[in-house]
C-alpha cells in the first residue's frame, strides 16, 4: 500500500553532504514530495525533513538506502508513531472589491494572517500541516490564488521521542 | 616536532604509512605537484598506463586478488572523466579502490576552467564516497578515512579530488599520519546478531531440500574457509554466484557450479524445488533470480549481508542477519557442531540423501558436456579452449575475463577451487575490463600465472595496454575467444530478434591480432582447430614464454551459443539449454538473409 512518509534525517552540515541524499533519490528512482534543510542547534549538524510516498519495502529501501551514505548521521520515519508536522505558507490572493472582506474571513478561519497589503491582493500567511494548507488553497479557489511559496514539511516526534546525536 | 611537509608530500606520505606499492596513473597538469613528490621517493611505485580507465581497472583487480585497496592517481577533467567507467565496475561489485584525482585550484572552481569537471559531483552515484580536498592540512586525515571506508563494511571506491594549490610544494605544513579514525555517521556492522543466528541454524538443520547460494561477499569477505567448514558438516549443495565463484571449491562434489542466466541445470533447478535456501554475500541480482515473483516458490530464506540495505531489496527474507560473512559463518559453523554432538540426527538426512537423487538426476541431464562435439578440422568450440586452458594451468591460475560469451564460458568451464581468483565485471558488465585487470593482478602476485580470457570485442576497448605490459615486463596470456562478432549481441539477435544481426559484427575490419601483439614486443599465436589448440596451450604455458606475454587467437566457431540460458520472465528453473531448431548464417551477415519470423 502506498502511504505518505515524513523521513527526517540528522546529516553533517558538511558541503555536498544534500547533494548526496537528493541523488540518492533521483538515482533510486525514489520520489520527493517536499524537502527541507537547515542547520541544527548544533552547528556541526543539518536537520532534513523530507516527504514521500511509497509502499513498505519501498520506504524501507528508502531508510537503509539514507542510512548508507557516509555523512547521514540518523535516519527516522516520523510516520511510523505520533509526530507533529507543520508547513509553512505564503500565498498571495486576489482581493479586489467585495472579495477583500471574504478572503480576509477565509484567512481568519484557518488562522492566517494577511502580512502583505496591496489595492487588489492580500499575502497570507499559514502554517499548518500540509493538507490544511492545501484545504485553505481550495477554500480561496483556484481562480484567486496569484502566487504560492511553500516551505515544505517540518516534522518532529512526539512526546518523549527524540532524535538527537546521543 | 612533525615533519613539515606541502600537501602534494603529505599525500604521498600518507600513501606510504597506508601501506601502498602500487599507484596506477596518468599525469597531467592538475597532478604534476603530486607527480613531483612521487619522483622524490621509493616507496610507492608508480605505473603509467596509456588509458585512465584502464588505471581504475589494474587497482581494481590489484584489489580483488588481495583484499587491499587498489589506488590510481589521474588529472583533472578528461583524466577523472575517464576514470569513472572503471570507478562504476568497483562500485557495482563492491570492490575497495582509491581514486586520487587532480583538481584545478581553488580559485578558479566552477569557472570553466581548464581541464575542470566536477568530478564529486560526476563521480557522486558510482562511489561509496568522496572527498574534495578543501585545506592542504586535512590531506593525511581524508586519505585515511578514505582507506577506512573504502575496505570495511560493503567495500566500495572512494575519491579524493585534490585541488591543485592544495599540494603547492611552496606551502607546508605539519605532517602526522592519524593513528585511528573514527566516523561518528560511520559504523558498519562487525558482528551478526545471535538471535538471529540462532534462528537461521534452526532453520537449516531443519531443512529437507536445502540449497546454499553464494557471492561475491564470501570472496571479499574472505569468508571462503567458513563456508566450506559449514556446507561439509551439513552436506548442502552449494551454487556461487559469477562473483562468488571460488568462494566454494569448483571441484567439490557438492558444488552444483554457477547459478543464474547462464547457469547450470542443476543449479537453476535445485534453487527453483528449494525448501530453504542460504543466501550468503549475494543479493539476488536480476541475472540470479529471472522473474522475482516466480522466484524459489516454496523457500524459506536466510540472508546473510554486511550490507542492511541489500536484505529484503529483491526477495522478501525469513531470516535476515545483517553481519560479515566470515564471523557470522564461523558462529555457526560452532553452532551447527554443538548440535550435531548433542543429536547426530538434528540433519534430515534421509530427506537430504532423497534431495541428492534429484540433484544427481539434474546432473546428468545438464548442458555442459560439450567434450564429444567437434572434433578434427570442425571449427574449434570455444568451451574447448577455456577447458584446454583450465588443464595447461592445472586449475591454479588467476583468471580474468571481460564482458560477453567468453566471460560465460570462463565461467562455466574454469574450476575455482580458490576465492580471489576469479576476476571479472560482474555488476557493470565493462567491456574493456579483462586485460588492465589481469595486469593489476599480475602486479601483485608477480609469481603466479594470470590469464586474461577474452574476445576480441572486449580486447580492442583497452588493448592500448599492450604497451604498458611491455614496458612493464607483464607475462600475462591472453586468449581471444575470436568469433569476429559481439557473441553475446549476436546470440540475442539471434534468439530474439530473428537473426537480424544488427550492428554487432565486423569480420572483415579485424585486425591481425598475432601481428598486433608482436608489433607491441609480444609473443602472438593462433588457432584455428583443435588440433593447432592442443599444439599451442602448451607452448603458450612453457617455461619458454614464463617472462612473456603471449596473445593466443582463437578462431571459433562464430555461431556458438551460451546454455543454458534463463528464459526471460520466467521462473529460475525456465532455461533454453540447447539450440533449437536450425538458426541463421554465419558470420559477417549484416542479417540481409535472415529469415524473419
Not at chain 2, 266 to 294: L, Q, S, W, Y
Not at chain 2, 393 to 401: L, P, Q, R
Not at chain 2, 472 to 480: D, E, Q, R, T
Not at chain 2, 486 to 501: E, I, N, P
Request: charged share 25%.
Amino acid at each position: 500500500m502506498i502511504a505518505r512518509r515524513i523521513i527526517a534525517v540528522l546529516l553533517e552540515n558538511e558541503a555536498g553532504a544534500l547533494s548526496r541524499v537528493i541523488g540518492l533519490f533521483a538515482q533510486r528512482n525514489y520520489n520527493i514530495e517536499s524537502l527541507t534543510v537547515a542547520p541544527t542547534e548544533d552547528a556541526t549538524l543539518s536537520r532534513l525533513t523530507l516527504t514521500t510516498a511509497g509502499d513498505d519495502r519501498t520506504i524501507e529501501q528508502i531508510t537503509k538506502q539514507l542510512n548508507k551514505l557516509i555523512e547521514v548521521v540518523k535516519v527516522v520515519d516520523l510516520t511510523e508513531g505520533d509526530h507533529l508536522e507543520r508547513e509553512l505558507m505564503l500565498v498571495k490572493v486576489r482581493a479586489e472589491g467585495l472579495q477583500r472582506a471574504e478572503t480576509k474571513r477565509t484567512a481568519d478561519i484557518f488562522r492566517g494572517q494577511i502580512v502583505d497589503v496591496t489595492s487588489d491582493a492580500y499575502t497570507v500567511q499559514l502554517t499548518g500541516t500540509s493538507d490544511k494548507l492545501d484545504a485553505f488553497l481550495r477554500a480561496i479557489g483556484k481562480q484567486e490564488v496569484i502566487e504560492v511559496a511553500r516551505s515544505g514539511v517540518a516534522g518532529i516526534g512526539r512526546g518523549d521521542k527524540v532524535l538527537t546525536l546521543k | 616536532m612533525a615533519e613539515m611537509l606541502s600537501g602534494a608530500d603529505m599525500l604521498v606520505r600518507a600513501l606510504q604509512d597506508e601501506g601502498v606499492d602500487y599507484l596506477f596513473g596518468y599525469p597531467g597538469g592538475a597532478a604534476l605537484h603530486i607527480y613531483d613528490a612521487l619522483f622524490r621517493q621509493q616507496k610507492v611505485e608508480h605505473i603509467l598506463v596509456r588509458h585512465e580507465q584502464a588505471a581504475t581497472h589494474m587497482a581494481d583487480g590489484y584489489a580483488r586478488a588481495t583484499g587491499r585497496p587498489g589506488v590510481v592517481l589521474v588529472t583533472s577533467g578528461p583524466g577523472a572523466t575517464n576514470a569513472i567507467t572503471g570507478i562504476a565496475t568497483a562500485y557495482m561489485d563492491s570492490t575497495p579502490i582509491i581514486v586520487i584525482s587532480g583538481q584545478v585550484p581553488r580559485n578558479v572552481i566552477g569557472t570553466d576552467a581548464f581541464q575542470e569537471t566536477d568530478m564529486v559531483g560526476i563521480s557522486r552515484p558510482v562511489v561509496k564516497h568522496s572527498f574534495l580536498i578543501r585545506e592542504a592540512e586535512e590531506i593525511p586525515e581524508v586519505i585515511r578515512k578514505a582507506f577506512y571506508i573504502a575496505n570495511s563494511g560493503r567495500p566500495g571506491p572512494v575519491v579524493i579530488d585534490v585541488p591543485k594549490d592544495t599540494t603547492d610544494p611552496n606551502e607546508k605544513f605539519p605532517y602526522e599520519y592519524p593513528r585511528d579514525v573514527s566516523l561518528r555517521s560511520y559504523n558498519p556492522t562487525t558482528r551478526g546478531h545471535g538471535g538471529q543466528i540462532r534462528k537461521a541454524v534452526k532453520l537449516l538443520l531443519a531443512a529437507k531440500r536445502p540449497v546454499i547460494y553464494t557471492g561475491g561477499g564470501v570472496v571479499q569477505g574472505n569468508a571462503g574457509k567458513h563456508l566450506t567448514a559449514l556446507a561439509r558438516l551439513l552436506d548442502f549443495p552449494v551454487t556461487n554466484t559469477l562473483m562468488g565463484l571460488g568462494g566454494f571449491p569448483g571441484t567439490d562434489r557438492q558444488f552444483l557450479g554457477m547459478l543464474g542466466m547462464h547457469g547450470t541445470f542443476e543449479a537453476n533447478m535445485a534453487m527453483h524445488h528449494a525448501d530453504t535456501i542460504f543466501a550468503v554475500g549475494a543479493r539476488f541480482d536480476d541475472r540470479v533470480t529471472n522473474d522475482p515473483a516466480k522466484f524459489c516458490p516454496d523457500a524459506r530464506i536466510i540472508h546473510l549481508d554486511v550490507d542492511p540495505a541489500s536484505i529484503a531489496k529483491i526477495i522478501a527474507t525469513d531470516v535476515p542477519i545483517v553481519g560479515p560473512a566470515d564471523s557470522a559463518l564461523a558462529e555457526m559453523v560452532r553452532r551447527v557442531e554443538q548440535e550435531l554432538e548433542r543429536d547426530p540426527e538434528a540433519v534430515d538426512r534421509a530427506a537430504l540423501a532423497g534431495w541428492w537423487d534429484r540433484i544427481g538426476a539434474w546432473r546428468g541431464q545438464h548442458g555442459l558436456d560439450h567434450d564429444q562435439r567437434h572434433r578434427g578440422d570442425a571449427p574449434l568450440l570455444p568451451q574447448q579452449v577455456v577447458q584446454a586452458v583450465y588443464r595447461a594451468t592445472n586449475g591454479d591460475a588467476y583468471v580474468t575475463s571481460d564482458v560477453g560469451q567468453h566471460q560465460m564460458f570462463a565461467a562455466q568451464y574454469y574450476k575455482f577451487d580458490e576465492p580471489r581468483r576469479w576476476i571479472n565485471s560482474g555488476g557493470l558488465g565493462t567491456m574493456g575490463f579483462g586485460l588492465p585487470a589481469a595486469m593489476g593482478v599480475q602486479f601483485a602476485h608477480p609469481r603466479a600465472t594470470v590469464v586474461c580470457i577474452t574476445g576480441e570485442g572486449s580486447f580492442m576497448m583497452n588493448m592500448q595496454e599492450l604497451s604498458t605490459c611491455m614496458q612493464y615486463a607483464l607475462p600475462i596470456k591472453i586468449v581471444n575467444l575470436n568469433n569476429q562478432a559481439l557473441g553475446m549481441v549476436k546470440q540475442w539477435q539471434d534468439m530474439q530478434y530473428g537473426g537480424r544481426h544488427s550492428h554487432s559484427t565486423y569480420r572483415d575490419a579485424l585486425p591481425d591480432f598475432v601481428a598486433l601483439a608482436e608489433s607491441f614486443g609480444h609473443v602472438g599465436l593462433r588457432v584455428e582447430s583443435l588440433a593447432e589448440l592442443e599444439d599451442a596451450i602448451p607452448k603458450m604455458f612453457s617455461a619458454r614464454y614464463a617472462d612473456r606475454l603471449v596473445f593466443l587467437d582463437a578462431w571459433i566457431d562464430p555461431d556458438e551459443h551460451v546454455y543454458p540460458m534463463a528464459i526471460k520472465g520466467g521462473a529460475m528453473s525456465d532455461m533454453v539449454l540447447e539450440r533449437a531448431g536450425v538458426e541463421t548464417d554465419g558470420v559477417g551477415d549484416d542479417g540481409a538473409d535472415a529469415p524473419v519470423p
